[in-house]
């Protein structure tokens, strides 16, 4: 194992009617003046913004609102709410929504605190300095809920790029699932995939000997197979929510990838697919992983034959551990299609002629250096074959 | 799932040389005078204690000394360690040593901020403030290097008794996996078993359709019984040390417990034993855990019937799941045995003519009603035949 650190300070408050504390916990972590970001209209169709502004005005809490996030979150509304940020002399964050609300605040929480553009820390500058954040999440999904991650997309060449630093780390988040029941079964179904693939982005380690993690991503998958299809079925089963709810927090708040290298190119292959047609996030991951993985599977078959085993319940093939890692990326890929999510890369709305386009910029964007870098080292000729595997 | 909050908001340094970050640590979190807690002579003899005095004197963090705790940590020397505080102005309490050292400084920590008996947290006063307490921890066993929970007992009339609060919780923790490899392996045995005993506490549950939480245990379960025969076969073992430490912490700071009712009761039963024969906590709860199990089992069948079939791979006796039940508890048995642990009350020094006593301390001690509550109520005349079991 290797040495690490890990620190993951936010307070979750879990369950059902939590989002009512919305305005004692902002006050319990010292905001005063509260930025409300939230993203289209759900929120206010459900009720669910009244709700938190109601727990706001109960604890006296001044606040201004911003809305309009839209999935795969773009800087243009972040620069608009730094500037918000900066002239109401807000000191607190409160995103309602999903991931993309989530990642939109915690980029506002950084340019508010910072006199250049905060683009910058997508570029790789490290992150000091953030204005608390706290969440209502209303999907599970992208984590980042409990996680020191931020994905934007700049709408100049629309390229999406990450950043992470523990001061991104909410300070509190609440996760009431009942909230999620009022998904769409693709939106799920994304989420679920979205959450399959941190746990499988972690799976894929050079490290060795790292069996703690190794079962902890397997349980969580395990779980994720069980409660998948339940939530999916019927979408008012809150047992159901609640699991693939904590499941995504813990998947990606790190406790289960401390300690060993991990993957993620996997996201850096899909970021390009959802930055240049605005597929879902998930969607998009369901398409690219059975295609990275069947790419890449040799450089570990072992590795793939021990999630195909303990997670997929394929049978060891001792003869052939080959065959056995393989049956476990169609089995994951069966799993993905019987969710309703997408397998092929038309279903995004992508084309087979963008792929010189996806390649240029995922390997020489603004920040690239012509190859990606995770469980194995992928150069832009491999990134060009598994976009046409998938295009297959 | 039920409703609930999850905080965990401790500094995790994990990994090799980690100790020499002390100073540091305490510093960022902002102690200025500490208290350095520890137990006997192994922390001074291999070293330890040194470097970790020369990481504070590096960061000119003045410090005070109090060694001495002892297993089953007692009062006397809480009752010294508060004096010594509030003589000296400390402001920070550094625990180096295992679930003993930690649990007495978080009771001087407790201790310190209040006028009265520091006991009346013991026996149910709600926790609101404590110092802040920062650990080095050399045993991988209780989990108190993560947890808000902490286990002392009073040598008037040998009560043992825990008190919990998330103030309890460690400011940072430095969890250096090579620190373990010098334990006796009765000791390392001991601590496997506490772990162990921690995952079955949550696993033993009333709670319906717990799937994240119970798939996150058998996961660490699965680990301990991967980990444990290889510490145990190699004391040197870095990476299995390191898997049973990280599984250790998390297996206790409750990621794996949130939303479901837990047991306690295996806990509650060894700590008089503990209390009385003073033996390891560990070897205790080896003899408890199969006795306690064959007792209640019937409860939940299913419950004892799926930890046997997913954790001890036990085949799954669909006419009679009673006798796959059974098989688990034996399983785990037979493994506690294999590591060196006793599986007899004499093992431990234990008495039969002292169940009454045994008894009468679990059941009408200091704050206790007849019972005690957990997976199953179990009255003075279950406990009792429950004594019995692990005597015959």
Redesign the interface.
């Known amino acids: ?16 009617e ?1 989002e009512s504390h919305a305005g004692k916990l902002i006050k319990r972590f010292g905001g005063s003046k509260v930025l409300i970001h939230y993203g289209g209209g759900s929120v206010i169709r459900s009720g669910l913004l009244d709700r938190v502004k109601k727990s706001l005005e109960d604890e006296s809490l001044a606040y201004v609102m911003l809305g309009g996030v839209q999935p795969n979150p773009r800087s243009g509304l972040v620069y608009e709410g730094i500037e918000l940020c900066k002239k109401e002399g807000v000191d607190f964050i409160l995103a309602v929504g999903g991931g993309s609300v989530i990642d939109s605040a915690k980029a506002i929480a950084i340019g508010t605190c910072y006199d250049g553009d905060f683009w910058d820390f997508y570029m790789g500058k490290p992150i000091e300095e953030a204005i608390p954040v706290g969440t209502v999440l209303t999907i599970a999904a992208a984590g980042s809920e409990g996680s020191p991650d931020s994905v934007i997309t700049k709408e100049e060449g629309m390229l999406k790029r990450a950043t992470s630093g523990n001061v991104l780390r909410p300070k509190f988040s609440i996760l009431n ?1 009942a909230l999620t029941q009022t998904l769409p079964p693709y939106q799920t179904a994304a989420g679920i995939t979205d959450i399959m693939a941190h746990l499988y982005e972690r799976y894929l380690t050079n490290t ?6 190794d ?2 991503l ?3 998958l ?2 994720m197979i ?2 998948g299809p339940r939530v999916i079925a019927d979408p008012d089963n809150y ?2 929510r ?3 709810m ?2 995504g927090m ?1 998947g990606h708040n790190n ?1 289960c990838g ?2 060993r290298s991990q993957d993620w190119n996997s996201h850096t292959i899909e970021h390009e697919l959802s930055a240049l047609y605005d597929c879902a996030h998930g969607a998009g991951l369901a398409v690219t992983l059975p295609a990275v993985f069947r790419y890449v599977y040799k450089h570990d078959v072992m590795r793939f034959a021990k999630v195909a085993s303990r997670v997929w319940g394929c049978q060891m093939d001792f003869d052939n551990p080959e065959s056995t890692a393989l049956a476990g990326i169609t089995a994951l890929e069966t799993f993905l299609k019987s969710i309703g999510m997408p397998v092929r890369f038309d279903e995004l709305g992508a084309k087979k002629e963008d792929i010189p386009t996806l390649v240029k910029n995922l390997c020489y964007g603004e920040g690239r250096d012509g190859k990606i870098q995770g469980f194995v080292t992928l150069y832009a000729e491999d990134c060009r074959k598994i976009y046409e595997m998938m295009a297959e």
Chains 1, 2 share one sequence.
């Open positions: 194992m290797e040495n690490f650190t890990f620190y993951s300070p936010t307070y979750f408050d879990f369950g059902k939590t699932p060795k000997e790292v069996e703690v993690t079962r902890l397997e349980a969580l395990l779980t069980h409660e047992e159901a609640a699991n693939i904590w499941a813990v406790t401390v300690g």
